[in-house]
């Protein structure tokens, strides 16, 4: 059995590329940017990135006018567009910034599904409700997370805003369509439904 190759970040893979184009080998770059080659190395395989001066000595040496994503948020939102929760995605190796990018995508794109096009969606309500989540497992004087995963948590928020959502936009159709009467024996029809009276 093959083993699979080891996650290499854009970065590092953007690295390799421009290098060879130029047509150096690691000591050759390592030389003309005034580095060792293990940094190079390290570079390359993706277990360090370079930062300050080093990084704009390289990017100005090699050509690149965009550094790339560590290719966790490109690989997380190919997952979610696969119907994938967060869990089974690199969202825990992505940095906060591109995390709070993911989790909102994934919570936006779970709404669409859950709804199917069948009633209009509040995006500025399911914002404001995402946030609420973000916040609230960020708080940095109580741990509501409870030792879990922060993708763990979040999975189980997107899918609770997402059915609240539809209860609501369902409720508004409602609203809008039925006579008052028609409203209210829906209404209590749906409660007996979740709630298992007959």
């Given at each position: 059995?093959?083993?699979?190759?080891?996650?290499?970040?854009?970065?590092?893979?953007?690295?390799?590329?421009?290098?060879?184009?130029?047509?150096?080998?690691?000591?050759?770059?390592?030389?003309?940017?005034?580095?060792?080659q293990?940094?190079?190395?390290?570079?390359?395989?993706?277990?360090?990135?370079?930062?300050?001066?080093?990084?704009?000595?390289?990017k100005?040496?090699?050509?690149?006018?965009?550094?790339?994503?560590?290719?966790?948020?490109?690989?997380?939102i190919?997952?979610?567009?696969?119907?994938?929760?967060?869990?089974?995605?690199?969202?825990?190796?992505?940095?906060?910034?591109?995390?709070?990018d993911?989790?909102?995508?994934a919570?936006?794109?779970?709404?669409?599904?859950?709804?199917?096009?069948?009633?209009?969606?509040?995006?500025?309500?399911?914002?404001?409700?995402?946030?609420?989540?973000?916040?609230?497992?960020?708080?940095?004087?109580?741990?509501?997370?409870?030792?879990r995963?922060?993708?763990?948590?979040?999975?189980?928020?997107?899918?609770?805003?997402?059915?609240?959502?539809?209860?609501?936009?369902?409720?508004?159709?409602?609203?809008?369509?039925?006579?008052?009467?028609?409203?209210?024996?829906?209404?209590?029809?749906?409660?007996?439904?979740?709630?298992?009276?007959?």
């Open positions: 059995m093959t083993k699979p190759e080891k996650f290499k970040p854009q970065w590092a893979k953007d690295i390799i590329e421009a290098r060879k184009k130029k047509g150096l080998t690691q000591s050759g770059l390592a030389q003309a940017i005034k580095v060792s293990s940094t190079i190395t390290d570079w390359e395989r993706g277990k360090s990135r370079p930062s300050g001066e080093n990084l704009t000595v390289l100005n040496f090699l050509g690149l006018s965009y550094f790339g994503h560590d290719g966790f948020y490109q690989e997380a190919k997952g979610i567009n696969l119907g994938l929760p967060l869990t089974e995605t690199p969202f825990e190796q992505a940095n906060q910034r591109e995390q709070i993911i989790f909102f995508y919570l936006f794109f779970m709404v669409e599904k859950i709804i199917e096009r069948k009633f209009p969606v509040s995006f500025s309500r399911v914002a404001a409700q995402g946030m609420r989540s973000w916040v609230r497992f960020h708080d940095p004087i109580r741990d509501r997370r409870l030792g995963p922060l993708a763990e948590c979040l999975d189980k928020d997107i899918e609770q805003i997402a059915k609240a959502e539809y209860a609501k936009a369902e409720d508004d159709a409602c609203a809008r369509t039925m006579t008052h009467d028609e409203y209210w024996t829906w209404r209590e029809a749906r409660r007996k439904k979740n709630t298992g009276d007959s």
